[in-house]
């Protein structure tokens, strides 16, 4: 954090640096656009084909092939979900929170791609639904769907609170993914990442760029859809936070399940879906 008292005092121009209008790093105009209203015809033609419940305070995963679409729904209370992807033949291809970041802002809503992290950096998927897309940011600057947290954990607890907490997102995720890949606990945890917080509605402190989240504005029945662009494994924890309106890694928040769906749109549909090469840099950096 800056200091409340700095201890330099500024310079004559002071108020002319920090007049500067900011410039975006990375416009994303060259980016090319997912065809929304083309997904929206494919979804049409869906029909559910799989769906899992994920407890409170639990996590879950489901594969998802390529051409299909994957739903996650709130259901009977107001409930964040922790989201991790996997490319389901190369586990160590997986969502790259702080890339998508940089590229559509801090939080994602419809049009949106969750990338994967290098080498491969492609679109795992593209967020085609979001019922709470009308929230935008509040007063307070937060929104919902941020990739700006991480994912709590116990080792972060261990060190403000000095507890062990064993179902914070982190372990949910690495027993979930253990189970469903048969993986060795540890093999899991080291391919667990930073999540999508869905349904959580969060931001920074204007005054002192904390970190900050709030009782989130989900209510059963919304949901957040995604279009699978390679065949994926989504897992998905239901953060002890509950709402996330005052702690998480504890059991004292109430909690609800979330579910997730998988709408398939027929194997020929799939088929025709041309999936997403990956980078085509060389990986020579600079030997050559
Ligand atoms: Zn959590």
Redesign the pocket.
Known sequence: MKLEKPNFAAPKDADARKAIPPVVCYPPETLEKPDLSALSNLRKGARKTAEVTVAPRDAACIDVPAGAFIRVVSVDGPQ?G?LNMWHTHDLTERFYSGKTRALHGTHLSSGDRMWSSFPNMRPMATVVDDTLDWYGFDEFGGSVHDVIGT??DPYTGRLLSGDDYHY??HSNLTRALSGHCDLPLHEAEMLVHDVLNVFMCTGFTRDTGQYFMKASPVRPGDYLEFFAEIDLIVGL?A???GDCSSE?SSDAAACYPLVMEVYDPGEEARAAHVQPARSAYDRSHGTR
């Open positions: 964040v922790d994912r709590c914070c997102c924890s953060c002890p936070g998480h």
